[in-house]
């Protein structure tokens, strides 16, 4: 077995057989095996030296009339030349390598100043409200938006107020999966308990118009009182915007119902 073919070529040699022998007129078959190593060396094309070393073991067939002679051990030492035929054999050529992989094209961001998911008329790089409802009005940053005041500590809804809150219960209509919170604030004037309690019958007073053009179930209310200021307390425009009703739509705040 040669354990690599190179100029120098080591290899083992493993053998098993049988050996036919006779002596004074008897005759048999004993077993014979050997095992060693060696190497070939090549000096020229077609002309290797070829040495090796092995043990050899015979079993003796006529141990019965050669006392002590059950087996013989020999070692072995072998020198000689090796002379190949033909032409000499060549290593098989490598596979080409496969082609790599082309490079991936990257894909430039679309710009957000060009794009409008909702269709509200506001990009989406200044679109807080993404999911506007198809048809609602809705202020520069894209949110529904609905002009809607209160008095100072009152939570009376004015008549030139309904037109807007009929456009609100039109896209509730429209829309009747909606889930909103309905939800109410007022400005920095007086204790925070009764600016809750405000803030929420102002969100009631909301909720029973919209309830009253919509039938719909999903509508709640929640009270804040002046804990989310959307401007000023110092002036009175300020906080006139701070009296607001404001809606939030399966789960996402939208701009104020002022």
């Known amino acids: 077995y040669f354990i690599n073919r190179d100029t120098f070529s080591p290899y083992t040699v493993l053998g098993l057989g049988a050996m036919n022998s006779s002596h004074n007129g008897g005759s048999g ?12 060396y090549e000096v020229c094309d077609n002309f290797l030296i070829r ?10 067939f006529n141990a019965d009339l050669q006392a002590g002679t059950n087996e013989f051990h020999d070692m072995v030492v072998n020198l000689g030349f090796v002379v190949p035929f033909g032409p000499k054999p060549t290593a098989a ?28 008329g ?25 002009d809607v005041k209160f008095d100072n ?32 604030h007022t400005s920095h004037t007086g204790g925070y308990k009764h600016n809750v309690e405000l803030s929420e019958r102002r969100a009631l007073a909301v909720k ?19 804990s989310r200021p959307i401007d000023t307390n110092d002036t009175e425009a300020g906080r006139a915007n701070n009296r607001r009703v404001q809606l939030e739509v399966n789960g996402e705040t939208q701009q104020p119902l002022k």
């Open 153 to 184: 500590d009152k939570d009376i809804i004015k008549p030139q107020y309904f037109v807007n809150l009929d456009n609100v219960a039109q896209r509730i209509k429209e829309h009747p999966e909606l889930v909103i919170e309905i939800q109410g």
């Open 51 to 60: 040495s090796d070393v092995r043990y050899r073991y015979n079993q003796n």
């Open 208 to 226: 029973k118009y919209l309830v009253d053009g919509t039938h719909s179930p999903n509508l709640t209310t929640r009270g804040y009182g002046w």
């Open 93 to 120: 050529a490598p596979e080409p390598a496969p082609a790599p992989a082309p490079e991936p094209v990257a894909v430039a961001p679309a710009d957000c100043s060009t794009l409008d998911g909702d269709n509200d």
């Open 29 to 40: 078959v004993g077993f014979i095996g050997e095992a060693g190593a060696g190497f070939t």
């Open 122 to 146: 506001v990009n989406d790089c200044n679109d807080q409200c993404p999911n506007t409802i198809p048809g609602a009005q809705v202020s520069i940053v894209g949110c529904w938006i609905v």
